[in-house]
C-alpha cells in the first residue's frame, strides 16, 4: 500500500496545476486516514460479533470487501497525459488534460512537450538499464 501512495501521489503532482495538486494530495491523505479508522471499527464490529474460530474469516472479508471496490475504482482512472506523450500519443493526451479542468487542452499540451524538450526525456529512453 505504500509504494500505491507514492505513486498516487507522484500522479497528483504531475498531472495537475500546483494548488490543485496541494488540495487533492492533502485530501488523499485524509482519505488514507479515514480508511484506517474505518478498517479498526469494522475489526471492532467483528469482534462484538463473537465469530470464535471464524474471525479471521471475517476479518479478510470485511477488507476484501473495500479492496475489490478501489480495484473497480482504479479501472476509471485516466492515463497520464505525460505518459500519453511519451508514448506519441498526443491526441490521446488531450481528453485528460481537458477533464483535469484546463481551460485550453492544446497550451497544456504544448507546455507538456515543451518540458519533455527541455528535459531531454524521449519515448525511447529505458527504465532499466545495463550497467
Given at each position: ?25 492533502s ?7 479515514v ?32 479492496a ?21 500519443r498526443?491526441?490521446?493526451?488531450r ?10 487542452p ?26
Amino acid at each position: 500500500m505504500a509504494g500505491h501512495r507514492c505513486l498516487v501521489l507522484s500522479m497528483l503532482l504531475n498531472s495537475h496545476p500546483q494548488p490543485i495538486a496541494a488540495e487533492w494530495s492533502s485530501l488523499f491523505q485524509i482519505n488514507i486516514v479515514v480508511g484506517i479508522l474505518l478498517a479498526y471499527f469494522s475489526n471492532l464490529m467483528v469482534n462484538a460479533l463473537h465469530p470464535g474460530m471464524t474471525k479471521w474469516r471475517w476479518d479478510f472479508g470485511v477488507s476484501a470487501l473495500p479492496a475489490v471496490l478501489f480495484f473497480v475504482m482504479l479501472l476509471s482512472i485516466p492515463h497520464s497525459p505525460r505518459w500519453l506523450v511519451t508514448q506519441d500519443r498526443l491526441q490521446d493526451a488531450r481528453s485528460p488534460i481537458a477533464r483535469l479542468g484546463h481551460t485550453d487542452p492544446d497550451v497544456e499540451l504544448k507546455d507538456i512537450v515543451a518540458s519533455f524538450a527541455k528535459e531531454g526525456i524521449s519515448h525511447s529512453e529505458s527504465l532499466f538499464k545495463r550497467a
